[in-house]
């Protein structure tokens, strides 16, 4: 058997190199190293290389179904599922990870089962589905704080702390949308507490990771200066980070609309523009959309309404496609000012009236989601503390 280390994260994704690494993985016999090898390569190329990214996962479930080897075929479902998230197909993730839970439940492997949970419970978070978010985030839960996990020779403490810290920061996320600030602070200081027994690079970016995290939960709560200082102070972190060019990008977001609340327009605008290019780099279609929402209402407030209606134009397909109704109000608005400012009163009246529909759906949706989410925050405190 072909022995090959391959360390994507560290490569210099060049073709020339992906394709020497390529011809060594296929020469290799058809069997679990060979199938980790691809599945492995095609999650590191996600950001560098969507398409052929998918082709080596793809090939890596095709080879895990020959071989018939149930943990192969648990993972490659999974890394499927991976994939489709990244690229904001929610559907056809879901889709993945339940057959990934399926896969992982035959053979009962509870390790797997319990990661296939988390991915199911992240799409639900997405979808709005907090209670069955929270329903799938307890199942992984209650498997990674058993003791009895660590039997299985082949988990180590530190893959598991990994896992338990991605999970105590998605709880984090669900109690910061529950307006649940201290709740959410709790669980996102688990996370880090994790993330600093480690001195890793890799460690070192999931640090940087979670601290963005915490701070999203400052400024989601109104707290936005102590939130920047938080962004600001890991933001070379990031920069310097393994992997973290998504997560960077959202960093660079975030601090863009936390400048411009303070009005601090100057600002704004550098880290828009940074987040834009970011946004292209690994070309996502709603951070682009997203950066470009934001530079466009920094020419609002500049005055430079021709630039405006570049980048609001440059974002417009995704905010009228998107399934977000939030998404689509904070276009609706920024449309409304705009056309209001260039003194198209007509257009400004439309877009007030997409815009006012929209607030009042969301509106009634947030006040029943209210009452339902004082439950769920019960039920998660005890559930979580019992």
């Known amino acids: 058997m072909y022995c090959i280390t391959f360390f994507a994260k560290a490569q210099s994704n060049d073709s020339d190199s992906i394709h020497r690494q390529l011809e060594l993985i296929h020469k290799m016999p058809l069997d679990t190293a060979q199938v980790s090898q ?11 290389d969507s398409l052929l990214s998918k082709q080596l996962l793809e090939e890596a479930l095709t080879k895990s179904l020959a071989i018939k080897e149930t943990n192969a075929i648990t993972s490659s479902y999974r890394t ?3 994939w489709y998230s990244f690229f904001n197909n929610t559907d056809k993730a879901l889709e993945y990870y339940r057959l990934s839970l399926k896969s992982a439940n035959s053979n009962n492997n509870q390790y797997l089962i319990a990661g296939a949970n988390l991915n199911i419970g ?23 704080e058993n003791p009895k996990i660590l039997k299985d020779k082949s988990i180590t403490e530190r893959q598991l702390d990994l896992r338990k810290s991605d999970l105590y920061s998605n709880i984090s996320t669900v109690f910061n949308t529950l307006k649940n600030l201290i709740k959410a602070d709790e669980y996102i200081d688990k996370s880090i507490a994790i993330a600093k027994k480690y001195t890793t690079a890799a460690a070192v970016s999931t640090l940087a990771r979670y601290m963005q995290i915490k701070a999203d939960n400052y400024s989601e709560n109104g707290q936005t200066e102590k939130a920047l200082r938080i962004r600001l102070q890991f933001l070379s972190q990031m920069e310097n980070g393994v992997d973290l060019k998504t997560f960077l990008q959202g960093a660079y977001q975030s ?46 407030a500049e005055n430079q309404y021709p630039a405006a209606d570049k980048y609001m134009e440059a974002a417009k397909d995704y905010y009228l496609t998107t399934d977000d109704p939030t998404e689509q109000r904070s276009y609706f608005d920024v449309m409304r000012e705009l056309k209001f400012a260039e003194g198209k009163y007509k257009e400004a009246y439309v877009y007030f009236e997409k815009f006012h529909a929209l607030n009042d759906s969301l509106l009634i949706s947030e006040k029943q989601q209210s009452f339902l989410n004082g439950k769920l925050g019960i039920k998660l405190k005890r559930k979580i503390h019992s």
């Open 38 to 48: 691809l599945r492995n390569m095609g999650h590191d190329l996600m950001e560098h």
């Open 122 to 144: 992240n799409i639900k978070y997405w979808k709005g589905e907090y209670d069955s978010c929270i329903h799938f985030y307890l199942k992984a839960a209650e498997i990674f």
């Open 255 to 300: 601090i863009a609309q936390e400048y411009f609340s303070l009005k601090k327009i100057d600002s704004s605008k550098l880290f828009a523009q940074k987040s834009l290019q970011v946004a292209n780099t690994i070309k996502s279609p709603s951070d682009i959309a997203n950066a470009n929402w934001q530079l466009g209402r920094i020419s609002i």
């Open 80 to 82: 499927m599922g991976i």
